[in-house]
């Protein structure tokens, strides 16, 4: 992540994204009655919809506390936003190594970035699935006036890559020590299970 045409392309993807998200969020947010209209709207997606295990999780789950989700998706789309943007300007500089000034900020502003682009791909699949799409965009001859993939569609691949790169820059920030920490807390969690296991594969 030192070659800055790389840096400056990966930052015009999450300025585009976050972008988006942060119109997307800020116009829920600015209308003043998303939250109170999102059970109606919900209902707009719900009929036709040929994915009925994700029809049969709105009715029972998002529906019935429909103004707390509705709160919960504005807000979470301008946090979303505003992280990717903040993070498309941060890559505008040379990434911070151990012992300069302000790397610790800018590990967790990557860190930030990647749980942010995470959290869009999620979001993103479920409007896709809202609007009767499939995890994987495929043909639609009954649709052939239309596009064939769809800004929900996209976004999760564009989300992944932002993540790969995320990590790959975290790594390079800290010389990988991170992750290495990371793996190791998780084998250390995982030890107790896994002698558990073999005792009572023993017994």
Do not use: C
Not at 2 to 13: F, G, P
Not at 38 to 51: C, H, V
Not at 94 to 110: D, T, Y
Not at 180 to 201: D, G, N, T
Request: overall charge neutral.
């Amino acid at each position: 992540m030192q070659n800055r045409t790389t840096r400056y392309l990966l930052s015009a993807i999450q300025a585009i994204i976050g972008w988006e998200w942060l119109m997307s969020g800020g116009n829920k947010l600015l209308s003043g009655t998303f939250p109170q209209g999102l059970a109606n709207a919900l209902n707009k997606g719900i009929k036709d919809n040929p994915n009925n295990w994700y029809i049969a999780f709105l009715q029972q789950t998002v529906q019935p506390h429909s103004i707390f989700y509705g709160y919960l998706i504005e807000w979470t789309e301008v946090t979303v936003g505003v992280i990717l943007l903040s993070g498309s300007l941060i890559l505008l500089g040379q990434p911070r190594v151990a012992g300069e000034s302000q790397h610790r900020l800018a590990v967790a502003f990557s860190i930030a970035v990647a749980i942010a682009a995470a959290v869009a791909a999620v979001m993103a699949v479920n409007f896709h699935f809202w609007m009767g799409g499939w995890v994987i965009p495929t043909f639609n001859p009954a649709a052939p006036y239309s596009e064939g993939i769809d800004l929900d569609g996209l976004l999760p691949a564009l989300s992944l890559v932002i993540i790969i790169a995320n990590i790959a820059l975290i790594q390079e920030m800290t010389g990988g020590s991170l992750l290495k920490r990371f793996a190791r807390f998780a084998h250390v969690s995982k030890a107790p299970a896994l002698a558990q296991m073999e005792r009572e594969q023993v017994s």
